[in-house]
């Protein structure tokens, strides 16, 4: 009897230590038996899992007959069964990082191997070693097909446009943060960013309709993960300087100034006698810093994410500086109810303060403007404020003084926001997915103008102090309701989603204006009550609203046929009613011909061949643009009391006709794996055409339409090219690693129609036209310059008429283009496009024992830039400061490269000729940083992590523009390469900290 029960016992515990989880220890290794750090291991169909150690080591608990996979980006997966066995030792081997990654295209996720829409992922480690400030599609530069143009201005924001212009209005593309619409500016912490995605072509973008016309930016977060709590503090510390032009001292500009007057017949003016270097005095080391906080962990039921972050921008130039402070957390949370139902539910809130002082003035301008012999502080003008300027007696010009503009004029504009969102998920049999995303955005404006009395320029009109303040309020609301679907019956994959959104937006905003602002020791009161004359007060609200519904179905065969059909209808409150409802449909298909049985082509591990087409759209216009206002500004005196009545009247005609902007595109392309995967590479072609564009229709004020041009639908643009993107990913020996990722893309734009018979679109100095690019440059040649008067006479046109009878030796020779025998605006000719042909971008990284190196460059080529800031040093009929290296024509210095200048003369600096036109093209060195990992042996217990770094920015540029900067940025599409003196990109350093917990 014993020994049955000792039996049975022995028997039970068996059982009970098989029913137990057992711990499992291991190491992964990759093929040459490198350790591989930060593998993923997860128990299969559960959520509890680990990750690799410095040395691949790994630690988990498991039962009997769980499996063991092991994922990594850049390798294989690998599932291991569990046995009983104490030790897991894993090799992976090398795999394709691009075909494993999983990709969000909107309301789903899908493997890049899977994709048949053209899809850029951006690596948000390419700015671990740098600030950025400006909004997230400012750092998008090095992707193919996006065209990033930045600005160095404390608060700038900067333009990006993907696969060319589509619109003649806004082409922002469209941000998704964390599922939901919203913003990604300048109050945006990049650090707090898991993964971007570029939504460029149709059938990626169409699930977001007819918002998606200039394409999506779909932007996740960070999570918290399983595992004890994870501390990060990262300090990044930024310090910026401005190119310099080369320009004139004192001495050298009194010399030509005096030369100028003399060429003129004039006496030489009465000189100031300051001597100042305006760019020394103006421009200034600025400081930028970040630094970021945040803590992460969780179970495998709880995550939690929490982030804190503080910015400031003290700026390279006097006159503005910005401040950020951000918080973000996040919190999500799960119950399993046996092995069918799943409930989870999170949220996401952030919450940013932003504040800039901005510039009141264009110092890049001013710096050149302003003449070296003018003082900054004048005592001559202390009634008028104390500051130099030009006058009338002495050296004139109207160039304004940025320390008296700065002093005079204060604009700060704040910004505090609330955002995120909150979701709620149930999944039953591992299939079927109900998702509720509530998604919010709050925000209140503040924006103070004061202007105090005093002068920064000459001839300036006497103007009293005023005070201007504005309060502003959005609020922004997203409910959205999906259901997925995922499925496999054998070798067939379905995946689906249908949902319907609902968006609702209204801002208002109030304002308040007085002049006569009350002074107490010598400071201007800031408060409305506290100026006395003149009040004026305004209001307006706009409103809109937003209903969609929409669906997607992809289906997989084997891994080897992919097809997917998108259809979005959306309804919206800024067209009319029978305007409002729009549909935009997508269908795309992919054949992986390697996975076929006889493809058998050595060097070759993955090939993938893709098309689509769709629709898309915009509404680039105003919430009210289709409906006719009542203004209440008009006055008139009646009765024998003459009483003034205030009347009403439509000021501006309202078009109730407007449409959706509708965007077809075509996309084919390609995607390969080889040489073991260690090279990737990506090919597309596309063909987009946007009809019915958007734009204002100037009419005539004889209609009684004095309000602005009102829009129509009119244009039709085209936008067609290629994209290419290679990735190279290799070791050299067992500790030195490299990748070589580089990508190029061609555009052609076109205007196929402008709309009501209109033939050509002309803005200063370009001209688009019907069946070319949007912003061409026409302007009059020039031939050098007439060395005698014989030259002069000689210089006719086919009729022997002297075409530049006036001129003298010295002077510009102009062609006469139109062969009339004089130069006019008709002598305009073709020289060249405002938008690149060509595009660049590349990143080469490397690392060795615990050291990286990357060096990260984009480029644009094939077009022409004119440069106005040195326009502005050549004038010499209106005086400003000159070129350091001008070369003037004398009788005794006949081979000089530059003119005879003469004052009050237009003759050889007329705006409209190409002496200033140059070639624009570029390639930048965006980052060269260098990092170092601390090695694990040193850091003991205390850190997981100490990460140290530097980082130059925007130091190499190579480039035949003879601007600050190639890459400046002109928000006008119609002269985008047009330099006006914009603000330039700085140089910079940066050393950071990273300390890992």
Known sequence: ?????????????????????????????????????????????????????????????????????????????????????????????????????????????????????????????????????????????????????????????????????????????????????????????????????????????????????NGVIIITTKQGKEGKMKIDATSRYTSQWLPRYDLTNRDQWVALNDLAFTNANRTPANHFTGNTDWQEEVFKTGIVQDHN???????????????????????????????????????????????????????????????????????????????????????????????????????????????????FENTTNGNLRIRGNAFSELEVFKSLKYRFNFGFDLSNDRHKYLRKEGYWTYNQPYDPSSLNKNQAQYRGLVFDNTLEYNKKFGKH???????????????????????????????????????????KTGNFNDLSKLFSVFGRLNYNYDERYLLSFTMRRDQSSRFSPQYQTGYFPSVSAGWRISKEDFFNVPGIDDLKIRANYGILGTSNIGVWDWVSFITVFPQAVFGVDQSKVTGMTQIKLANNDLKWEKLTQFNAGLDAAMVGNKLTLSVDYFLKETKDVLTPMQIQMATGNNGGNPYVNAATLQNKGMEISATWRSKIGTSLGYNVELNGSYIKNKIKELGYGRKEFTQWNTKSIVGKPIGEWYLIKTDGLFQSAAEVQAHTNSQGKPIQPNAQPGDVK????????????????????????????????????????????????????????????????????????????????????????????????????????????????????????????????????????????????????????????????????????????????????????
Not at 29 to 58: C, F, H, Q, W
Not at 362 to 382: E, G, H, K, Q
Not at 857 to 886: I, L, Q, V, W
């Open 293 to 407: 906080l945040s803590l992460s962990g969780g179970t495998k039921e709880t995550r939690y994410f929490i982030s804190a972050n503080y910015q400031s921008n003290s700026g390279t130039t006097i006159g503005s500086k910005s401040e950020r402070l951000s918080l973000r957390a996040n919190t999500s949370a799960q119950r399993n109810f046996g092995d069918k139902v799943t409930l989870r539910f999170g949220e996401n809130i952030v919450l940013s303060d932003y504040a800039v002082d901005e510039l009141n003035t264009n110092p890049i301008v001013d710096v050149y403007r302003m003449l070296p012999t003018i003082p900054i502080y004048n005592s001559d003008n202390a009634a008028k404020g104390g500051y130099g300027y030009g006058e009338g007696s002495r050296d004139v010009t109207f160039g304004t003084n940025p320390f008296a503009k700065e002093d």
């Open 814 to 997: 102009y062609i006469d283009f139109n062969d009339d025998g004089q130069i006019t605006d008709a002598d305009r000719q073709h020289l060249g496009s405002t938008i690149p042909k060509f595009q660049m971008g590349g990143n080469l990284g490397f690392d060795y024992k615990g050291f990286d190196l990357q060096i990260q460059m984009t480029g644009a080529f094939g077009f022409k830039s004119f440069n106005g800031p040195r326009s502005g040093f050549d004038r010499f009929d209106d005086n400003s400061n000159y070129r350091a290296d001008y070369d003037p024509w004398t009788p005794d210095n006949p081979n000089a490269k530059d003119p005879r200048p003469i004052y009050a003369d237009s003759r050889n600096v007329r705006g409209d000729q190409d002496r200033w036109l140059e070639n624009g093209s570029y390639l930048r060195i965006r980052q060269l940083a260098l990092g170092y990992n601390l090695p694990k042996s040193l850091l003991k217990n205390t850190f997981s992590n100490v990460r140290l770094s530097v980082n130059a920015q925007n130091l190499i540029t190579f480039t035949s523009y003879n601007g600050l900067d190639p890459e400046f940025l002109n928000g006008s599409i119609w002269e985008r390469s047009y330099d006006s003196g914009n603000f330039p990109n700085p140089k910079g350093i940066t050393f950071g900290a990273q300390l890992s917990f």
């Open 493 to 535: 994959d379905i995946s689906a989603v249908i949902g319907t959104s609902y968006q609702t937006s209204n801002y208002e905003q109030i304002w308040g204006t007085k002049n006569d602002v009350l002074i107490t020791n010598n400071q201007y009161f800031d408060n409305l009550d506290a100026a006395l004359s003149n009040p």
């Open 1 to 213: 009897m014993l020994r049955k029960v000792l039996l049975l016992l022995i028997s039970f515990c068996s059982l009970l230590t098989y029913g137990q989880n057992q711990t499992v220890r291991g190491r992964v290794t990759d093929e040459s038996g490198l350790a591989l750090p930060g593998v993923s291991v997860m128990v299969k169909s559960t959520s509890r899992g680990t990750t690799t150690d410095i040395d691949g080591n790994y630690s988990i608990e498991l039962g009997q007959k769980q499996t063991l996979v092991f994922t990594m980006l850049g390798m294989t997966t690998r599932e291991v069964a569990f046995n009983g066995q104490s030790t897991i030792n894993v090799t992976l081997r090398a795999g394709s990082k691009e075909l494993e990654e999983v990709v969000v295209i909107g309301y789903q996720t899908v493997k890049k191997a899977d994709l048949t829409g053209a899809v850029s992922v951006f690596n948000t480690s390419q700015m671990k070693n740098t600030i950025v400030t400006g909004t997230v599609g400012d750092a998008l530069s090095t992707l193919p097909g996006v065209n990033v143009r930045t600005s160095g201005a404390p608060g700038s924001e900067g333009k990006v446009e993907i696969r060319g212009t589509g619109t003649l209005g806004p082409s922002t593309p469209l941000y998704v943060v964390d599922g939901i619409v919203s913003g990604a500016n300048r109050d945006f912490n990049f650090n707090d960013i898991e993964s971007i995605q570029v939504l460029k072509d149709a059938s990626a973008a169409a699930i977001y309709g007819s918002r998606a016309g």
